[in-house]
């Protein structure tokens, strides 16, 4: 074989991200730890890119890098300032650990060493490019999702939906920042429509090129974000009636789609022949939104403030 | 032709990137550090896309890297006036 720049920019990469982890797992300092997750989960989306896998890449650059990154730093910011170092585990738990992730990572190479080397069996990957033209989509990966195992997609979202009303049970949501100075406030508004539009343009060319439900909402709760940062209150987000309806509407568009298929004389989730493009927009749509309030809400980190008025009026009623 | 102009551009654009993380790991403080970085990042990357624009050779794809280039400069001039600032802040209470 061959050995081009490539592979020198790989094998950097490769040890780049191995030195990341370790740095953001070793030191006591939490606040530089989320930084150097945040350095480790862009350099992810890198190397995803780098295996041609651009869905993967625009995912982890939005969820892992940004969005939980964002995240973790909102809940050090929530502890005493004092409490912002890791403790330190017990030495035998710590071998115990260390052992348990090598045996992990020696099972995940034989694995992979099992999966490349043996011929035996039809490849998953060869009957869903084979099945391509029947899916309604031209992106494998949103054929895949969307349509081959919409079922496990399905229970993805709900798996969301019931992490969201977790997040909505802890009580009431974080204070909101205060007002930022002008210079953040012109950046909020002028990225927060362009996120937007960009989201939106995702969700469209996730039919045919990399982009797809997830990734257009993790966009739209990056909006969310950024507005929280320039100072948003819970009042500006959607009537809290609407919120959950937008919350559910992912699973509902995916439920409905299914069992409209059942009155056809079809199996639940498969598609009558040359509606699956329109159905799988629609439902992308509506999990786009479902995804992006989940994920706001869930850096709100509690209920919105409308959401308690809203219970305890219909107690009255 | 063009794809040699594009080559010294991204040339020129790694000396700059070069000088902005010595500049990062070198200098005293966080303002002089923000000063290398902003500026070497800026110009570094406009020299990047500048000479990926002209290897592309396409239209659309040069005004797609334009618009990654101008939404970089404007977040990342933001950034550094916040974290120059909140330095400043945290001077002054010490």
Known sequence: ?317 | MTELLGSLFILASLAFFAAGSIGLLRLPDVHARLHALTKADNLGLGLLVAGACLIGGHLLLALKLLLVWLLVMFASAIAANLIARHAMKDGEES
Do not use: C
């Open chain 1, 1 to 317: 074989m061959e050995i081009t720049l490539w592979h020198l920019l790989d094998s950097l990469l490769a040890i780049l991200l191995l030195g990341l982890a370790w740095s953001a797992l070793s030191g006591t300092d939490l606040k530089r730890g989320v930084v150097l997750f945040m350095a480790f989960g862009l350099l992810l989306s890198l190397i995803w890119a780098r295996l041609r896998a651009p869905d993967l890449a625009l995912a982890e650059a939005a969820i892992g890098a940004g969005l939980s990154g964002a995240l973790l730093l909102l809940a050090l910011r929530d502890r005493e300032k004092s409490e912002n170092k890791a403790g330190q585990p017990m030495s035998l738990l710590r071998l115990a650990t260390v052992l348990l992730m090598l045996l992990l990572a020696a099972s995940f190479a034989l694995a992979y060493v099992t999966a490349v080397t043996s011929n035996t069996g039809g490849r998953l990957a060869g009957l869903a490019f084979g099945n391509l033209e029947q899916s309604g989509v031209s992106n494998p990966v949103t054929a895949v999702l969307l349509n081959f195992r919409a079922y496990d997609t399905l229970l993805e979202l709900a798996v969301l939906l019931a992490a969201t009303l977790g997040i909505l049970a802890l009580g009431s949501e974080r204070r909101p920042f205060r007002r930022p100075g002008v210079l953040l406030g012109a950046l909020v508004t002028w990225i927060s429509p362009l996120l937007v539009i960009v989201a939106g343009y995702l969700l469209w060319t996730g039919a045919h090129a990399p982009g797809g439900a997830f990734q257009a909402g993790a966009l739209l709760a990056a909006a969310i974000v950024m507005l929280r940062l320039g100072g948003m209150t819970s009042e500006q987000l959607p009537h809290p009636l609407l919120q959950g309806w937008l919350l559910a509407s992912g699973i509902a568009a995916f439920m409905l789609a299914g069992y409209l298929a059942t009155f056809h004389d079809l199996a639940f989730l498969q598609y009558p022949a040359g509606w699956a493009g329109l159905l799988i927009l629609l439902i992308e749509s509506a999990a786009m939104l479902s995804i992006a309030l989940s994920l706001g809400l869930a850096y709100l980190g509690g209920s919105p403030s409308g959401w308690d008025e809203r219970s305890s009026r219909g107690k009255r009623s």
